[in-house]
């Protein structure tokens, strides 16, 4: 950063750190002994597809890399658009498979990045529940390498539980790298998996 930047405030933008996605774990163990959420085995990438033959490639590769346990009674990857045209992989495992999860998270993450199409990864999330039924997710922001707690209201409608979000985020703060702008805590509604 230059001296320019520095008098003008300009910053630069923080590199995506798919590692982080690591620290799930950790941070799953402090939401259940902190407010009853455990994990539910799903979890889901976000990306902005791309028409071409190169990108539709780079997808069955993923998507052949994550099924590739199906044989052995595994839970194929599924597909899915949502409202806004962007794609979603949708990954299952047992709730007591959470670093698993996360494995895959992280190298459908990985592979896309790797095959140049970082631009196009949004976002990935983990999902939760608590014993009264409230929905919970950890998104990862891919762009700004950080996290934010998103919980929709329980009994659908397009309505946040924004004080249970602060709660969880003030509760995660030594476990995951958390995304100060509340104005980027995006709703992903209708997020495959949650």
């Keep these: 950063m230059g001296f320019l930047d520095t008098l003008f405030g300009r910053t630069k933008p923080v590199k995506p750190d798919l590692d982080q996605l690591f620290g799930l774990p950790s941070a799953a163990l402090t939401l259940e002994a902190g407010a009853g959420f ?6 889901s990438v976000c990306f902005a597809a791309v028409e071409g033959g190169a990108f539709g490639q780079v997808e069955q590769q993923v998507r052949a890399l994550l099924d590739a346990d199906t044989e052995r009674g595994g839970v194929p ?13 949708l990954a299952r495992h047992t709730p ?3 670093p698993e999860l996360v494995n895959d998270l992280h190298a459908v993450n990985s592979e896309l990045e790797a095959n140049g199409f970082g631009p196009q990864l949004l976002c990935s ?3 939760f529940r608590n014993g009264e039924g409230q929905s919970l997710a950890l ?8 996290f934010y707690p998103f919980a929709p209201m329980p009994g659908g409608g ?18 995951l790298r ?3 702008d509340l104005s980027r805590w995006f709703p992903v509604w209708g997020a495959p998996g949650l």
């Excluded at 455990?38 to 979890?43: A, H, N, S, V």
């Excluded at 998104?139 to 950080?146: E, N």
């Excluded at 397009?158 to 476990?175: K, V, W, Y």
Aim: cysteine-free.
């Design 38 to 43: 455990t994990p539910t085995g799903l979890g």
């Design 77 to 89: 990857v599924e597909a899915s658009k949502d409202g806004y045209g962007y794609s979603w992989l």
């Design 96 to 98: 007591e498979e959470l």
């Design 125 to 127: 999330l983990v999902a």
């Design 139 to 146: 998104v990862y922001l891919y762009k700004r390498g950080t």
């Design 158 to 175: 397009e309505r946040r539980n924004s004080p249970l979000e602060l709660q969880i985020n003030a509760m995660l703060g030594n476990d």
């Design 178 to 180: 958390l995304e100060k």
